[in-house]
């Protein structure tokens, strides 16, 4: 009696063979790193500790980054990609409206920074700075310097086009990121207040466009 036909081997998907074997995949990994960072601090924490954290293996760690500092700047990117300023400020409507671009990159600010892990991260990112100088660099340069630069342009394009008179637009950014950040971010980060509520949010965008837009209304 002839034998059955073999059955074809079942092909498993990287992905699929990576979580059967227990291998955490990047996000998980850098979600323990973000953990780690901030019970520890930069100095504290260590490539063994963020395997633990992730119930990873060592090994498994390093081939994902090759070294503390590339850890911390991956986590660093991760908590910053919910930050959509760079998008809105491309935006043609946001371009021909100022009201409504403002309002909508002033409320994308503030929900930034209200949940508290970014606040935390902040926070830690000062403390360690005087040990670890490019810490507070790196941060800002993975998130902050390109949406700043994007907000600059952005009020460039209006004076520009004539929509707003903005002689010096990154004076009118800074501004902007004052007018959003004194009343809703700075007390927390030295561990003032609880995160503010929505309508609160929406009362700092709303009064922070007012302003804009009193100071820099084009004469026609």
Known sequence: MANPP??????VSPDKAAARAGT??????????????LAHGYEGASM????????????TVYNQFESKE??????VERVWRDFPVVE????????????????RLGKSIVDFWTPPVAVAFLRMVISESTRFPDLPRNFL??????AMRALIGYLQQLHESGVLA?????????????LLNEPLLWLRVVGVGDPPSAAERKRVVDE???????RYQARH
Do not use: C, H, N, Y
Not at 88 to 103: F, N, R, W
Not at 208 to 214: D, F, I, K, T
């Open 6 to 11: 073999a059955r074809a081997a079942k092909t």
């Open 24 to 37: 955490p995949k990047r996000d998980a990994i850098l979600a323990a790193a973000t953990r780690v960072f």
């Open 48 to 59: 063994d500790l963020v395997a633990k954290e992730a119930d990873a293996a060592r090994r």
């Open 70 to 75: 590339a850890l911390f700047s991956a986590a």
């Open 88 to 103: 809105i400020t491309g935006d043609k409507q946001a371009l021909g409206d100022p009201v409504m671009g403002l309002g």
């Open 141 to 146: 340069e993975a998130g902050k310097a390109p």
């Open 166 to 178: 903005i002689p010096d637009a990154e004076l009118a950014a800074r501004q902007f990121l004052g």
């Open 208 to 214: 922070a466009v007012a302003m804009m837009m009193a």
